[in-house]
């Protein structure tokens, strides 16, 4: 069975130090790969996607970038942390073929003061 | 693009009761139509989801249907429990693709006992 691990789980960074969240999923091959930040209180925005090694589309401009090493692995980064960017990160992996579903991990917890 | 909207944004009901959460998508070409739920601090858990070449879909307490016509598809939860206590995102596939997702801005549904 397929399993999607996100680390780390909570974060607390000052502004304007660097981030990197890293998503790995394990018993699939080829997945799709999204990266979406949830306010507190609010709904899911998508904020990077990719199909496979190295394709990475962005959704919102913003602060935040995007990197896909390896077909299983995807890494949200940061140069400079901003305040606004505090949120819950979910990481989300979908199958190849035509089904469209998409499962999440269990979610990095950023605080940026 | 897709545009989803979801209704109400906070639902209170009485232990027992029946639930139902609508949502209008606004892009003809969408044919996958999935249900999250979001328990307090954790990762969205996909419950249900229907394609449009059904109307409806059952799975114990908890129903969906779809009207391709009139662009809308519903949420059903009979007999709620206290664990139904959450908040609950539909979702469209956006254009037709079988990888992105466009979701609602979610419903905070109350069951008290």
């Known amino acids: 069975s397929q399993t999607i691990h996100q680390w780390p789980a909570t974060l607390v960074q000052p502004v304007g130090s660097p981030l990197s969240l890293e998503c790995t999923v394990e018993?699939?091959?080829?997945?799709?790969l999204y990266w979406y930040r949830q306010a507190a209180g609010r709904g899911l925005q998508l904020l990077f996607y990719?199909?496979?090694?190295?394709?990475i589309s962005s959704e919102v401009p913003q602060n935040l970038s995007a990197s896909r090493p390896q077909d299983r692995q995807f890494i949200l980064s940061s140069k400079k942390l901003l305040l606004s960017d505090s949120g819950f990160y979910l990481c989300?992996?979908?199958?190849?073929?035509?089904?469209?579903?998409?499962?999440f991990g269990p979610g990095t917890r950023l605080t940026v003061l | 693009g897709e545009n989803v909207e979801q209704h109400p944004s906070t639902l209170s009901v009485q232990e027992g009761d029946s639930a139902v959460i609508k949502c209008t998508y606004s892009?003809?070409?969408?044919?996958?139509f999935p249900w999250y739920k979001q328990e307090l601090g954790k990762r969205p858990q996909l419950i249900i989801d229907?394609?449009?070449?059904?109307g409806e879909k059952k799975d114990q307490r908890i129903a969906v249907t779809l009207n391709k016509t009139a662009k809308h598809f519903s949420l059903h939860i009979t007999e709620t429990q206290p664990e139904d206590s959450a908040v609950y995102f539909c979702?469209?596939?956006?254009?037709?693709?079988?990888?992105?997702?466009?979701f609602g801005k979610g419903t905070l549904l109350t069951v008290n006992p």
């Open positions: 989300a992996w979908g199958p190849r073929t035509s089904t469209n579903e998409q499962f």
């Open positions: 018993g699939t091959s080829n997945p799709n």
């Open positions: 990719s199909v496979g090694i190295g394709q």
């Open positions: 892009d003809s070409a969408s044919n996958y």
């Open positions: 229907i394609r449009s070449n059904v």
């Open positions: 979702a469209a596939n956006s254009g037709g693709s079988n990888y992105k997702l466009t």
